[in-house]
């Protein structure tokens, strides 16, 4: 398979949790559904109503944080990186800028989230990447992020 070819297969959690350094409650994408290497990657969330910031976003009115969405995008995007940088599992990647973030409607509890995550740009460590979130089809946040590669 070529480098820019898609692949269609499932990474579940474990896996995902051997690529990147994210661990419960923190680790946001239960399954990567799909990856073109060096593009694209497709990634998906269960949102349930036991996660611990629904107790206070908010009583009697449950919906995911946004700065949490955006990070599910971002530990979704962090996945695509693996095969384009030497020794990834040395490294972490770290937030440098998040722009352009826009939410359209509230996600809450039982919808499932599924991202869309590409990569403009990758030079001396520094990524640019374009996220979007979707709810039953529906664009429900979108971003545009800047991450830093760096040793662990």
Do not use: W
């Amino acid at each position: 398979m070529s480098s820019n070819e898609s692949k269609n297969y499932e990474l579940d959690v474990n896996q995902i949790q051997e690529i990147i350094a994210h661990r419960y409650p923190f680790l946001l994408v239960d399954r990567i559904l799909k990856i073109e290497d060096g593009k694209k990657v497709t990634g998906l969330k269960n949102v349930t109503f036991n996660e611990p910031h629904f107790m206070g976003h908010f009583p009697n009115h449950p919906i995911m944080p946004g700065v949490l969405i955006l990070e599910a995008m971002a530990q979704t995007g962090a996945v695509l990186l693996k095969n384009l940088v030497p020794d990834f599992e040395k490294k972490l990647v770290y937030f440098a800028a998040i722009d352009n973030a826009k939410f359209k409607k509230p996600v809450v509890p039982g919808d499932q989230l599924i991202f869309e995550v590409e990569l403009v740009n990758f030079r001396r460590g520094i990524c640019k990447l374009v996220g979007k979130s979707f709810v039953d089809g529906n664009l429900v946040s979108q971003a545009d992020f800047t991450a830093a590669v760096i040793d662990r």
